[in-house]
């Protein structure tokens, strides 16, 4: 258990809904980010928050949102969803220890448009 | 630009056997940290090691151990005495270069290792 949690565990919903997945880091780490892990995409960077601010944006897309808040837990938002937006979402937290810290991932929420 | 190649997509072998997943790498970033995730079939990413680098020694915990060359680019993980609980897929990353301030990971496609009893 790497102390990140994320609910939900599933989702299953249809094209051009709404979802927030929601991540709560482990204690005392103020970095989340998010990944999405598809099979054509493989393991990609979305976006990362550091003490409430966004810190850096990967590949995300506009219908994808973020934030974090004061308690440091994230939500990721994602509009009006495709087919294409099925995938498995991670959340990982990191502490400030200077340099590069470790990523601790959570569980994931498996995300599923139909 | 920053790029892991894992070319090994799938290995099989049987229990007891020695393997070694093979990682490398692209930057042109002179501090930069590499790492090794496992995920089992069950979904979740596990972390197994980081490397920064600066140290260029090899690891060893229990059955794993690491193989890390600047002068090649690569960083290989080696599984001794495979056991089938290590059937996984295992995922290199390396992190963005550190004057930028991120700290986004940059994954290989992963390697899926299957032990079979």
């Known amino acids: 258990d790497s102390g990140v949690t994320q609910t939900p565990k599933h989702l299953i919903t249809a094209t051009g809904q709404r979802v927030t997945l929601r991540c709560s880091p482990r204690?005392?780490?103020?970095?989340v980010y998010w990944y999405q892990q598809s099979l054509d995409q493989g393991l990609q960077f979305l976006i990362q928050?550091?003490?409430?601010?966004?810190?850096a944006k990967g590949n995300i897309l506009e219908r994808f949102s973020a934030q974090q808040f004061p308690d440091l837990h994230s939500e990721l938002n994602l509009s009006s969803l495709e087919l294409g937006d099925s995938a498995l979402y991670f959340c990982?937290?990191?502490?400030?220890?200077?340099?590069?810290?470790?990523?601790?991932f959570g569980p994931g929420t498996r995300l599923l448009v139909l | 630009a920053q790029k892991v190649t894992q070319a090994q997509t799938e290995i099989s072998v049987v229990e007891k056997e020695d393997v070694t997943l093979d990682c490398v790498y692209e930057t042109r970033d002179t501090t930069y940290y590499l790492f090794w995730y496992k995920q089992p079939p069950s979904g979740e990413l596990v972390f197994l090691i980081r490397r920064n680098s600066f140290d260029e020694q090899n690891e060893i915990s229990g059955r794993y151990s690491w193989n890390f060359q600047k002068s090649t680019s690569s960083f290989n993980f080696t599984i001794t005495a495979s056991q089938v609980v290590d059937s996984a897929v295992y995922f290199c990353?390396?992190?963005?270069?550190?004057?930028?301030?991120?700290?986004?990971?940059?994954f290989g496609s992963g390697t899926r290792l299957q032990v079979q009893p």
């Open positions: 990982a937290s990191s502490h400030p220890a200077g340099g590069q810290e470790t990523q601790y």
């Open positions: 928050y550091y003490n409430g601010e966004e810190r």
């Open positions: 990353a390396l992190s963005y270069p550190m004057d930028t301030g991120r700290r986004a990971l940059t």
């Open positions: 204690s005392g780490d103020l970095s």
